[in-house]
């Protein structure tokens, strides 16, 4: 059988060279942001990596076919096609049927790690909804960073989501979380949720290290490494507080319930902010990106397993 993926041949090469490469996924770019700042983001994402001389591998299904590595029309059609947003489990039915989605964060490590990618930067994980002792709603991304070692940068996860709940599934899990240079989680728009972790790390070459010993060591999870935005840069905390607030309360005045309710409470938290809110997720995105290309460059750099 072929294979049932493409990587790009800039991917591909950069690879067999050994230079660094940073997956980048789809979803955030589909269906995170809105049209057309999502086209000049997902090229923008990509032009910081060149800049740091990393390759980018934005990853999408097109046409059916997994794709690790895009070209200009590849990224165009991401941002503009109404693309389906594919999990882990969606690729062999898109594969079936010949048609394109968008990749979440747990369809990219997949992908990106099935291609030897090993480190990832997107802008928040999905992570274990509220109330999901009812709903049972977590996001298929924890359990694929159980079987795919690559190392993703986030800001952690929206405070719309439970986040001690997923902490403590990442724990069961057995997946490494790491904070840069704190061990306070961010909550994405906000450099400290208040829930603390038990590691941090100084520099891009010690979660390289880490990487080198997962591997050592046989572990196959990947690696959480939370990025919280720069001070300056996060939104002002009590803006978010109170935003937060009223769209909790009116998700519930509108009897929106179950899954609705995520995506209802980000479109009213957009709303509300007046946009502040997505130029901060633009700044995190973009703050995730480097520090991905630094990880990347000390991966390829080849550090001792023992750091
Ligand atoms: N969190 C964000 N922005 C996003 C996502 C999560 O702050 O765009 C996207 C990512 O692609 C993530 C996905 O992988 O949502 C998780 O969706 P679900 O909860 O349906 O698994
Ligand atoms: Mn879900």
């Known amino acids: 059988m072929t294979s049932p993926f493409i990587v790009s041949p800039a991917v591909a090469e950069a690879l067999a060279d050994g230079r660094p490469v940073v997956a ?6 589909s269906h995170g942001l809105p049209r057309p700042r999502n086209l000049a983001a997902a090229r923008e994402f990509e032009q910081i990596l060149l800049s740091q001389g990393v390759t980018p591998a934005t990853v999408a299904v097109l046409d059916g076919i997994p794709r690790i590595g895009l070209e200009a029309d590849g990224v165009e059609r ?70 795919s070692p690559v190392a993703v940068v986030s800001a952690g996860v929206k405070s719309v989501l439970d986040i001690p709940a997923t902490l403590e599934r990442l724990e069961t899990l057995s997946v490494p979380v790491i904070g840069y240079r704190t ?16 590691w941090s790390v100084d520099s891009a070459a010690e979660i390289a290290a880490v990487m080198r010993n997962q591997d050592a060591l046989g572990h196959g999870q990947g690696i959480v490494v939370a990025n919280p935005i720069p001070l300056e840069q996060q939104w002002d905390p009590e803006e978010h507080d109170r935003v937060l607030a009223q769209a909790f309360e009116a998700a519930e005045a509108a009897g929106v319930h179950g899954k609705a309710v995520t995506p209802f409470l980000l479109g009213y938290i957009v709303d509300a902010s007046g946009g502040r809110s997505l130029e901060v997720n633009l700044d995190i995105a973009r703050n995730n990106v480097r520090l991905a290309a630094e990880i990347a460059t000390a991966w390829s750099e080849g550090a001792p397993v023992r750091g």
């Open 183 to 198: 061990t306070n989680f961010p909550s994405f728009w906000l450099r400290e949720s208040g829930h603390t972790i038990d």
């Open 24 to 29: 980048l996924e789809s979803t955030i770019i």
């Open 78 to 147: 991401i941002a503009s096609e109404d693309m389906a947003k594919a999990s882990v489990r969606d690729l062999p039915i898109l594969a079936a049927k010949g048609i394109s989605g968008a990749t979440t964060v747990a369809a990219t490590a997949y992908l990106a790690a099935k291609a030897g990618v090993r480190v990832f930067a997107t802008g928040g994980l999905g992570g274990v909804h509220r109330g999901a002792d009812q709903t049972f709603d977590e996001s298929a991304d924890l359990s694929a960073l159980a079987i």
